[in-house]
């Protein structure tokens, strides 16, 4: 299958600080990726979808300032969390959608454990 | 209604039994339908797509769909230890994951 990468894995930052989360695919080229949040025991909640080259279409109740997404390229979507606090503290998970798949497969990359301090 | 829906368990089978998960969606125009399972801690992971009527068999994966009536099932034979995880069922069209079924296989 195809592969998601996501970068960091883990990170901790003060309340107040942006943080910076990469996933890229590695072996194919995505034109849609998805972010989804995931808290303890709960489902995954999609939070945007990006699109290379255009605007992200953010889910109802996600704030577009404060979780700014960039598909600048057909590898690589970032998720930017800007000004976190605590409650932002989660598992953020992306995936990307294989454009030549029989269907909408859409494959995971590892995610990243958030915690804000 | 949400727009998927699973019985949330937990559920929990002897090894070697059958496993049955059972999801319902709302969008009658739905064309794709996935299961994917989740270990704790980690993503989850792809393990069968679905999107015509009927069954699709994949080693001890079974994928029932079921457009008429809008669910879509995930049997698992001869369930192993390591069968347990959190199995989420996914419509594709939206992106949209249910709540997931959390199965539990005993030794």
């Known amino acids: 299958g195809a592969v998601v990468s996501q970068h960091p894995s883990w990170v901790i930052c003060k309340s107040g600080t942006s943080v910076k989360i990469e996933c890229r695919s590695l072996?194919?080229?995505?034109?849609?990726m998805f972010w989804y949040r995931q808290f303890p025991k709960q489902s995954l909640m999609l939070m945007a979808t990006?699109?290379?080259?255009?605007?992200?279409t953010y889910e109802q109740g996600v704030e577009k300032d404060k979780f700014l997404i960039n598909h600048a390229s057909l590898t690589l979507s970032t998720l930017t969390v800007t000004s976190a606090h605590p409650e932002d503290s989660s598992f953020y998970i992306c995936?990307?959608?294989?454009?030549w798949g029989a269907g909408y497969e859409q494959y995971f990359g590892p995610g990243t454990r958030l915690t804000v301090t | 209604q949400k727009e998927v829906e699973q019985n949330s368990g937990p559920l929990s089978v002897p090894e070697g039994a059958i496993a049955s998960l059972n999801c319902t969606y709302s969008?009658?125009?739905?064309?794709?339908f996935f299961w994917y399972r989740q270990y704790s801690g980690k993503s989850p992971e792809l393990i069968m797509s679905?999107?015509?009527?009927g069954d699709k068999e994949d080693g001890r994966f079974t994928a029932q769909l079921n457009k008429a009536s809008q669910y879509v099932s995930l049997l698992i034979r001869d369930s192993q230890p390591s069968d347990s995880a959190t199995y989420l069922c996914?419509?594709?069209?939206?992106?949209?994951f249910g709540a997931g079924t959390r199965l539990t296989v005993k030794p």
């Open positions: 995936s990307a959608r294989d454009p």
């Open positions: 969008d009658r125009g739905s064309q794709s």
């Open positions: 679905i999107y015509s009527n």
């Open positions: 996914a419509v594709n069209e939206n992106m949209r």
């Open positions: 072996d194919f080229q995505a034109t849609t």
């Open positions: 990006s699109n290379e080259g255009s605007k992200a």
